[in-house]
């Protein structure tokens, strides 16, 4: 199965946002700082206002949690596209011819030629726009649905689902 497309920014900030929402390490770092560290400045200056008598620090420490939280937020719901932003991303941003077989996944572009066994995938991440196939931890084939139409993307993930799980059986 063939699949010819080119990726835009938005392509590239999805799989910004896929690899972040599956990265075990970012989510820990990311809930400590969401909601621990918030509260941890709520707690201590809630018992200086305790131990000052100085009731304004309680308003300080709502205002200093609150703050930490939104910017905290803030700051992990735009980190996708901004990564997205900074760098050049030549290799990415042109025409991908992918070609989809039992034995694994080619890619052509103007730049590069590559061919992945299935062993060699290290993730297959589908939703409901994109698939992504992952050659490492961090690097990913993008196929975007609006590329190729609602049935042949329908078809298209489940041949590569049926190709990556067989591989992953036989492993």
């Known amino acids: 199965m063939q699949v010819v497309y080119e990726n835009n920014l938005d392509d590239l900030i999805a799989l910004n946002t896929d690899l972040l929402s599956n990265n075990i390490q970012f989510k820990k770092i990311r809930l400590w700082r969401l909601y621990a560290s918030p509260l941890f ?4 200056f809630s018992f200086f206002a305790y131990v000052t008598n100085h009731p304004s620090f ?16 803030y700051a992990y719901k735009n980190y996708p596209k901004k990564a997205a932003k900074q760098t050049e991303q030549k290799e990415v941003l042109c025409q991908h011819i992918i070609t989809v077989t039992a034995g694994g996944v080619r890619e052509n572009t103007e730049n590069s030629e590559g061919y992945h066994k299935w062993q060699a995938i290290n993730n297959v991440s ?15 084939h993008v196929i975007p649905k609006r590329v190729l139409g609602e049935n042949y993307f329908i078809k298209f993930k489940q041949q590569v689902r049926v190709y990556y799980q067989h591989e992953a059986a036989t492993a």
């Open 41 to 44: 400045l709520l707690f201590s």
């Open 58 to 73: 309680y308003w300080g420490a709502v205002a200093g949690a609150l703050l930490s939280f939104f910017l905290t937020f």
């Open 126 to 140: 589908i939703n409901d726009d994109y698939v992504f196939i992952y050659t490492t931890g961090v690097t990913a």
